[in-house]
């Protein structure tokens, strides 16, 4: 598959890991072009083999999946620009649209999820919420505790919403499909307890949300 991640920042360090854990292409595309060449250059030092290279929005149209890896609303944003190029394309929603002024909400109403926004801005698009439960340092090791991470997966289209598990998979990480994009908002939610949390807990960002089976 052809993985194409917007965003040149820690989760796009991650996912891009991942990516190319699984053995996929990635392409890196960055608002500053240097930025995406810079962890392309190292996500390459850093698996033997990998197939990963910066590209600018012209990139998106040859992919089979586009990750948005920006704040919310910014994902919102590249998405309504991208509306067109994006037309049958799996778009991978991994935000968390915390009100950082206060860490205690959410900025979308509850009767909707910025998943669901994004959708909106590319109504052609297929989009899956995934990845937002997931903090970047484990990510990039791809476990916590020595269990691999669990990766929630929402999304109207099933196709996409398995397309997006199998790349999980190949990830080495564990999808669990949850189903409609409308539980995007308990994904978004959820995640705000897990970030807020942090603290209070003791768990500095190397903690994982799971489903124990
Ligand atoms: N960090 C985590 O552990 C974690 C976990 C789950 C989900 N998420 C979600 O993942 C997304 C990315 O988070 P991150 O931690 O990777 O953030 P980050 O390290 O700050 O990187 C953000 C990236 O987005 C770009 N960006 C910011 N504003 C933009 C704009 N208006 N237009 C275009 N590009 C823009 C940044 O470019 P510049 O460098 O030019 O600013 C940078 O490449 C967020 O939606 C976050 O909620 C994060």
Redesign the pocket.
Known sequence: MIVTI?????????IGTRVLAGGHTLRLH???KA??EDLATALREGTDGADASAVDADGAPDSDIVV?????P??R??AAEWAEKLDGKIVVD?????DFSTFDKLVVPADTS?AEQIAAAAPKSRVVKA???????P?AAGEVAGRPLDVFIAGDDEAARQTVADLVTGAGLRPLDVGPLHWARSLESF?LLHMASQERLGLN?SSALTIMT
């Open positions: 917007v965003g040149a920042g820690n989760m796009a360090r991650g960055d608002r500053t930025k995406a948005l890896a920006v704040p919310y910014a994902g944003d590249i991994i935000s968390n649209p915390v910025a990845f937002n439960t997931t903090f970047a340092g990510l995640q960002w």
